[in-house]
């Protein structure tokens, strides 16, 4: 469904940075690092396997194969792979949960 990799990004957090406090961007971004507090897009965001998420998310398309505390707001989708794993509540128009994933939380279907 999301078929998105490292080399379709401009920007990727790499594993070793850690951020506290608010991201905003409108281009594809990818995090493999560690990142705290908001992020508010209108694009496309990867939370890569390994990279610690402790934020409330807003999104076009959201992947998660890393870890996530917090609400995910995506206007189109919201994934979860298996390797991937969510506490807090989902809201997306469209929902996809891959089998051996993690999900603590509500989902909400939002046309």
Known sequence: ILDLEEEDFDTVLASDISFSGQIKFAEPFMIKGKVS??????????????????ADIVADRVLVRGTVKGNIEAKRIVFVAASGSVIGDIF????????????????????
Not at 37 to 54: F, H, P
Request: aromatic content about 2%.
């Open 37 to 54: 507090g908001r992020i508010n897009a209108t694009s496309d965001l990867v939370i890569d396997t390994g990279a610690v998420v402790d």
């Open 92 to 111: 997306s128009a469209e929902i996809a949960l891959e089998p051996g994933c993690s999900f603590t939380g509500k989902c909400t279907m939002v046309r």
